[in-house]
T-cell receptor, first 114, second 112 residues
Framework: DGGITQSPKYLFRKEGQNVTLSCEQNLNHDAMYWYRQDPGQGLRLIYYSQIVNDFQKGDIAEGYSVSREKKESFPLTVTSAQKNPTAFYLC?????????????FGPGTRLTVL | AQSVSQHNHHVILSEAASLELGCNYSYGGTVNLFWYVQYPGQHLQLLLKYFSGDPLVKGIKGFEAEFIKSKFSFNLRKPSVQWSDTAEYFCAVRTGGFKTIFGAGTRLFVKA
């Protein structure tokens, strides 16, 4: 089965702790994305990566970090500098090489910071 | 700054009613347009997309959308909704490159 997996589904952390969210895809897609979904605000882009070893900040990158060491993996770290980290986090991927394609989304991780 | 505006945050309809969800974007150049749907407990998935050609596009489950360039709009329609259409709907716009901008979403509840 081809797709995007995110783990864990639910994550609880204490305030001040860094936490890493996993995103893996076996679709052989070049581009990967991290979004944050909050009620009434839609999806906001945190980071995106067009190819391995390259990534760019999105609209709300402060307090987050990413890496793209492998094509299939794009982990997101929520650092203690993120002021309001409790949210639903979505990972997505898209084939590269042109704009005539859409994003595919994972099931999401709901992070709650206590 | 580029933005996407969805007119209704919550819509409640009875089964068999017609649906139209509004979406407007702010960008004067070439755009790729999308509607995604998120059913309760499921992944966000593509409903339909427009890249070029016929401005009336048809998607899955009887949905369609019309791109009106002069109005910067891409409204989603369905002639007769079903209870199973209860979901959150997101309009999205890609203006070039790798970034896609999403609207705030519209939660649709269909009464059986």
């Amino acid at each position: 089965d081809g797709g995007i997996t995110q783990s864990p589904k639910y994550l609880f952390r204490k305030e001040g702790q860094n936490v890493t969210l996993s995103c893996e895809q076996n679709l052989n897609h070049d581009a990967m994305y991290w979004y944050r979904q909050d009620p009434g605000q839609g999806l906001r882009l945190i980071y995106y990566s067009q190819i391995v070893n390259d990534f760019q900040k999105g609209d709300i990158a402060e307090g987050y970090s990413v890496s793209r060491e492998k094509k299939e993996s794009f982990p997101l770290t929520v650092t203690s500098a993120q002021k309001n980290p409790t949210a639903f986090y979505l990972c997505a991927s898209r084939p590269g090489g042109g704009s005539y394609n859409e994003q595919f989304f994972g099931p999401g991780t709901r992070l709650t910071v206590l | 700054a580029q933005s996407v505006s969805q007119h209704n945050h919550h819509v409640i309809l009875s089964e068999a009613a017609s649906l139209e969800l509004g979406c407007n974007y702010s960008y004067g150049g070439t755009v790729n347009l999308f509607w995604y749907v998120q059913y309760p407990g499921q992944h966000l998935q593509l409903l339909l997309k427009y890249f070029s050609g016929d401005p009336l596009v048809k998607g899955i489950k009887g949905f369609e959308a019309e791109f009106i360039k002069s109005k910067f709009s891409f409204n989603l329609r369905k002639p007769s909704v079903q209870w199973s259409d209860t979901a959150e709907y997101f309009c999205a716009v890609r203006t070039g490159g790798f970034k896609t901008i999403f609207g705030a979403g519209t939660r649709l509840f269909v009464k059986a």
